[in-house]
């Protein structure tokens, strides 16, 4: 029920922001570009004389193309055809001009037409430019957008799956954006010093993933240990491994970035199926998995057990001490696998990687509905609240929000959800 | 509790509505990736070109990345959905915002970068506008040499390895010290540490500390920029050695030049941010008017001394 309402409100915003980022689009492509052709043949007749300027890009290719097409079989003179920059449509116009001809037209789109380039040639000039009719649809609904903003959130999220576990054993780890630079540190020099950089063999990318991906395993499960057996508060602990991790990912780097790598590696964070980013697929299979552990396993009712009350856990003889180790291990594995997966999708491994992903991670979860003093949240909820301050963020940034104001908005979104979560808590305690 | 969510969506809708759309300008706009808004000198590139920009007719449309080469890509992608006309950055990291700039030449968006300079080859960058930092660093050189005269003398630099444009500072001021040291009658000016500074105030001081310490006979340090500069100065005072040691630093922040009007700083080789945003602009119209642009500009570095900080405008106005 509360996970629907939390649906909800991210449907509220995302209609809210495709309604404030509705924008003139102009249309590119093979069909822009018979469109363009045939408003010439309308307003210039079939003599005329067409410039045709588009970028070389796949799609601006097929749009000049499409324009030639139609243009020559109606007749009409094609001058020259720049696929390319302005400096390309500039010596394209000196060259025609210089044979003595003239240009009627100038069949461009939305982004070759604003180009000034046009306006230095007195008998040219930017008037001259057809453009394919724009039509109005919001920046935020293009597929393109929408495909990037589940993609940028893609890690956060993957992560948080981890923190959800952790924190609803009312546990914290703050160590998990270090972990991401460490694992992206560890499989980037694994894959140079000893697979040959970017020669390195497909089996020598899956070592080097899976000793930081083990590796930072270890070290969560080495946090848990410290949480259990000598009773040391999660915030310390991940606290000292947070400092400790970054230290020594900087040091193994020698705080340099480390772009040497095959390009096998970067099919994990770049490739698509079917349209849909690898990192988004990787989302959602871990998401799938993590909710049937959460909801349907034994694992999944001794950590809410845990989280609830950890005395009453013991007795009824749930293993409390190894729970929490998985727990923290399972955590630091899946930043791990953050780490591996930005590492391939920027393409080099770096120390500065991972950042204050900490806080973003726990909000992330806390937006989602899980309360920090442990017990209660959902896999499910820690998805729409990642999506949440993903969609949150992405509009604030197709509407141009002033970069200090977005870190307001984001704050007061993250201490509204913590309010949300003491309100529901003192409802719940007055209630039995 | 339903109304708790409300007040968090009306909260929202009031900040995002507040700052929402602006009228597209005539000739299109321009997204500017910011490496931080946190340090001045972005603020001052960014502020530069938004009016340049604003002169020719483009909207510039600023984001801060705060040094996060992820966020940074992500910024890159908006700006392909929103179909800027060019765009401009601040590499985060000068190797792994390669993929970014791949994406944006892929969809026929030009980029530009400024201040640090992107290393790789996946990308094409139209071109690249910062200081002439080898030049500064043998400003930086020549200033030591000046001060200390044939005499000679024990100097330590605070370094920030990290940066490409603090190695290149640093190579430019040994080269003229070097070149001191070969010259007949002079008594050699000998670097006798090298510690990295961090290039901020609390890690300048600690280094500094530690030179003083290895040191006590040191005449002058060079710290690659006025934080860490800052940070030495204290260090400096707290040993009693203030006097003793000249400090040349390297940017010529506000605070680095107050340092050197009130004596505690003896010269920068100063940056020119402003210039930085605006020729990053006029380079841009250039592309867009179909003229060849270089892949590179420089902008020469200059010194500051205490005489240029008692003329200068950013101190006498109120």
Known sequence: MRDYGMLLVLLVLASFL???????????????????????????????????????????????????????????????????????????????????????????NGVTARWTVYDRFATVGSQKCVVPRPYAWPDFLKTSNLLGVANQTAIYAIIAIGMTMVI?????????????????????????????GSDASIGMVLLGSVAAIGSCALIGAFSGLMVTTFAIPAFIVTLGVMMMAS??????????????????????????????????????????????????????????????????????????????????????????????????????????????????????????????????????GTLVGAFMIAVIKNGMNLTAVDPFNQKIVLGAVLTLAVLLDTVRRSDRDSST | MTRLWASLLACLVFALAGCGQTKPASKGTIGFSAMTLTNPFFQTIADSMRSEAAQHGYELIVVSAERDVKQQADHVNEFIVKGVQAIVLN??????????????????????????????????????VATDNYQGGKLAGEAIVAWLGSSGGKVAILHFPQAESCQLRVKGFLEIIDANNSQAGN??????????????????????????????????????????ALGARAALESAGKADQVVIIAFDG?????????????????????????RVTIEQMIK?????????????????????????DPDFNTP
């Open chain 1, 247 to 380: 230290g020594f990912s900087f040091r193994l780097a020698e705080g340099r970035s480390i772009p040497e790598l095959p390009t096998s590696f970067f099919w994990l964070g770049r490739g698509q199926t079917g349209g849909i980013p690898h990192p988004v697929l990787l989302m959602l299979i871990l998401y799938a998995i993590a909710h049937i552990v959460m909801s349907r396993t034994v694992f999944g009712r001794y950590v809410y057990a845990i989280g609830g009350n950890a005395s009453a856990a013991r007795l009824s003889g749930v293993p409390v001490k190894t729970i929490l180790v998985c727990v923290y291990a399972l955590c630091g594995a899946l930043a791990g696998l953050g780490g591996v997966v930005l590492t391939s999708q920027l393409s080099a491994g770096d120390p500065k990687f991972g950042l204050m992903y900490e806080l973003e991670v726990i909000a992330s979860v806390v937006v989602g509905g899980t309360s920090l003093t442990g017990g209660r949240g959902t896999i499910f």
């Open chain 1, 168 to 196: 609803v054993t009312s546990g914290i780890d703050l160590s998990v954006g270090s972990l991401v630079a460490l694992a992206s540190v560890l499989s980037a020099i694994i894959i140079r010093d000893w697979g040959g």
């Open chain 2, 253 to 277: 922040q506000l605070i680095g030049k107050q340092a050197i009007r009130d004596g505690k700083i003896l010269c920068d080789p100063i940056q020119f941010p402003d210039q930085i945003g």
């Open chain 2, 287 to 311: 592309h867009f008017d179909g003229d060849r642009v270089e892949s590179e500009i420089l902008i020469p570095s200059k010194l500051y001394y205490r005489a240029d900080a008692e003329h």
């Open chain 2, 91 to 128: 590499p985060c990291d000068s190797q792994s915002i390669g993929p970014a700039i791949a994406q944006a030449n892929a969809a026929g968006i030009p980029v530009f970068t400024n201040d640090v300079k992107y290393d790789g080859t996946e990308g094409k960058v139209v071109c690249h």
């Open chain 1, 18 to 108: 495709s309604l404030v980022t509705i924008q003139y689009q102009h249309p590119a492509g093979e069909k822009a570009g018979s469109e363009v052709a045939d408003s010439i043949l309308t307003s210039q007749g079939k003599q005329a004389r067409v410039l045709i300027v588009a970028r070389d890009t796949a799609e601006d290719f097929a749009f000049s193309t499409a324009v030639a097409k139609r243009l020559e079989a109606f007749g009409a003179t094609v001058l020259a055809t720049v696929n390319g920059s302005a400096l390309d449509a500039r010596q394209a116009i000196e060259e025609i001009l210089a044979r003595g001809e003239q240009i009627d037209a100038i069949a461009s």
């Open chain 2, 187 to 228: 008594n050699p000016i000998r670097v006798v540490q090298t510690l990295d500074g961090g290039g901020m105030r609390d890690e300048g001081f600690k280094a500094a500390k530690d030179a003083i310490e290895a040191n006590p006979d040191l005449s002058a340090l060079f710290a690659i920029n006025d934080p860490s």
